[in-house]
T-cell receptor
Framework: AQKVTQAQTEISVVEKEDVTLDCVYETRDTTYYLFWYKQPPSGELVFLIRRNSFDEQNEISGRYSWNFQKSTSSFNFTITASQVVDSAVYFCALSEARFPPQFYFGTGTSLTVIP | DAGVTQSPTHLIKTRGQQVTLRCSPKSGHDTVSWYQQALGQGPQFIFQYYEEEERQRGNFPDRFSGHQFPNYSSELNVNALLLGDSALYLC????????????FGPGTRLTVT
């Protein structure tokens, strides 16, 4: 069965600090996809990044970076030099390679950046 | 390029009533999924529609039903509302091929009194 675990329920950091959000997943599939979404207080989930199981290259996009490690089944998300606008709930998700795929979401990590 | 739209934004219903929520997918998307998100929780998968058929279903009772129309838009119906059905209902659309991200609408906030 597919499962996504985000052990960190809430994190608070002071502005400009770096913060890493953890995501651990379980799947028996060899082909799968991982995602991160951001849910600001307005409520709409915003897509941030997608990774497929064959691509373990880390990715950096501005202040955001993602570390995908199949050996530990982890897909962690780091925000560098955090800003108040980063305050939101962040969800990690896993989808199958089946047609059409179902998405499995973690319980989310609520990040508060204190000015 | 319009994103995913949902209506209504907010809804207040009485226990035992029935409700219909609507969703229009992002242009070009053919698959629609519905999620229930209780306060402080992650999205819980309700079901998914593709080619006007329910393809997958999460652990929700038959009181939750849906429909997809030829233009790919979708409806979520909930009968015999319970207080516990109060939540944010999210619609997400995607392409049917695996590996594509889902795009979410702003959600419908349902309150059952």
């Amino acid at each position: 069965a597919q499962k996504v675990t985000q052990a960190q329920t809430e994190i608070s950091v002071v502005e400009k600090e770096d913060v890493t959000l953890d995501c651990v997943y379980e799947t028996r599939d060899t082909t799968y996809y991982l995602f991160w979404y951001k849910q600001p207080p307005s409520g709409e989930l915003v897509f941030l990044i997608r990774r497929n199981s064959f691509d373990e290259q880390n990715e950096i996009s501005g202040r955001y970076s993602w570390n995908f490690q199949k050996s530990t089944s982890s897909f962690n998300f780091t925000i560098t030099a955090s800003q108040v606008v980063d305050s939101a709930v962040y969800f990690c998700a896993l989808s199958e390679a089946r047609f059409p795929p179902q998405f499995y979401f973690g319980t989310g990590t609520s990040l508060t950046v204190i000015p | 390029d319009a994103g995913v739209t949902q209506s209504p934004t907010h809804l207040i219903k009485t226990r035992g009533q029935q409700v219909t929520l609507r969703c229009s997918p992002k242009s070009g998307h053919d698959t629609v999924s519905w999620y229930q998100q209780a306060l402080g929780q992650g999205p819980q998968f309700i079901f998914q529609y593709y080619e006007e058929e329910e393809r997958q279903r999460g652990n929700f009772p038959d009181r939750f039903s849906g429909h997809q129309f030829p233009n790919y838009s979708s409806e979520l119906n909930v009968n015999a509302l319970l207080l516990g059905d109060s939540a944010l209902y999210l619609c997400a659309s995607s392409l049917s091929q695996g590996g594509n991200e889902q795009y979410f609408g702003p959600g419908t906030r349902l309150t059952v009194t």
